[in-house]
């Protein structure tokens, strides 16, 4: 597994969830964390859990100022910026295309897909001007395949992949690392939205269906070791026995 002692990571949606569990792990591996989301009181309490290592810095990823603006905060904290990970993501609200809000489901493409162009933007530059880096997206199966009430949402996630491909065609000759990783269902609040909705296979899987969020969160702390160089502008599926394999969940 990566040794991150010296390395600083900024993560998007880092009040919950996976989120949650990868500043855990990364804090773990020696890393200083800038912990990112909207949701200040949670990302305080996060930060004083994991001590000294952690900075919380209150930011909506759909506003480009305000990615910037964490970007620079985290590297005046930690002197500099050596993975991003972009996971920040909803998917509520759950319905059918021709019945769904126009502008609540622009919201979701603000932040799934806008917001992960907005950290790669705004982080990117700063690690090339350092040597290099590593940008990790969370992807999902659902940018694979369509699914009913989910149209925002696997729009989204189709978006982040072909980012994710984008930006290793343009950086890896920069020294960036790209990578998406697509956990597949993660036992978060999420799935607790989607079963309410009752749309669709994944909203009737039984919660013990789903994987701990720790898997995913060690899943992207390996995709910052050399032993994932091989899958570098491409996209990992943690549903795979062989990743899972090298990653050491699941077993």
Sequence with gaps: MADMNGKSVLITGASRGIGASAARVFAAAGAQVALVARSGAALDQLAAEIGPAALAISCDVSRYGDVEQAVRTAVDRFGGLDVLINNAGVIEPIAPMLEVDPAAWG????????????????????MVAAGGGTVLTISSGAAHSALEGWSHYCTSKAGDAMLTMCLDKETRGKGIRAMGLSPG?????????????GLNPVSALDWSDHIPPDWPAKALLWMCSADADEFVGQEISLRDPAIRARVGVGQ
């Design 107 to 126: 919201q979701v493409i603000d932040i799934n897909l806008k917001g992960v162009f907005h950290g790669m933007r705004a982080a990117v530059p700063v």
């Design 185 to 197: 269902t993660v036992a978060t609040r999420m799935q607790r939205e989607i079963k309410a909705s």
